[in-house]
Nanobody, 117 residues
Framework: QVQLVESGGGLVQPGGSLRLSCAASGSIFETHNMAWYRQVPGKQRELVARIFSGGATFYVDSVKGRFTISRDNAKNTVYLQMNSLKPEDTAVYLC???????????WGQGTQVTVSS
């Protein structure tokens, strides 16, 4: 199983930017599809963006054109660059890994992103 540690969250004004990082350890990073989810209290956890082992990406409509997911396999790290942030982006952002062969899920602890003036 892979261990995931997120960082980079914080307080930012509307229109600002943040870059989240998720460092992975404990397994072969290249054999996992990676994703960022977000969760607001009282709401269902929402998929934000996914990057597959081959590099293809998927984004939920609400973040298309504003967020970019990327991965650095040499550093075992996945990133989420968030631009033009809106108050509705406020959430705990969680990193997720899915092993290609076993489909085992791994989750990080999350990092808080607050967009407010």
């Amino acid at each position: 199983q892979v261990q995931l540690v997120e960082s980079g969250g914080g307080l930012v004004q509307p229109g600002g930017s943040l870059r989240l990082s998720c460092a992975a350890s404990g397994s072969i990073f290249e054999t996992h599809n990676m994703a960022w989810y977000r969760q607001v209290p009282g709401k269902q956890r929402e998929l934000v963006a996914r990057i597959f082992s081959g590099g293809a990406t998927f984004y939920v409509d609400s973040v298309k054109g504003r967020f970019t997911i990327s991965r650095d396999n040499a550093k075992n790290t996945v990133y989420l660059q968030m631009n033009s942030l809106k108050p509705e982006d406020t959430a705990v952002y969680l990193c997720n890994a899915v092993a290609l062969i076993t489909l085992r899920l791994s989750w990080g602890q999350g990092t808080q992103v607050t967009v407010s003036s």
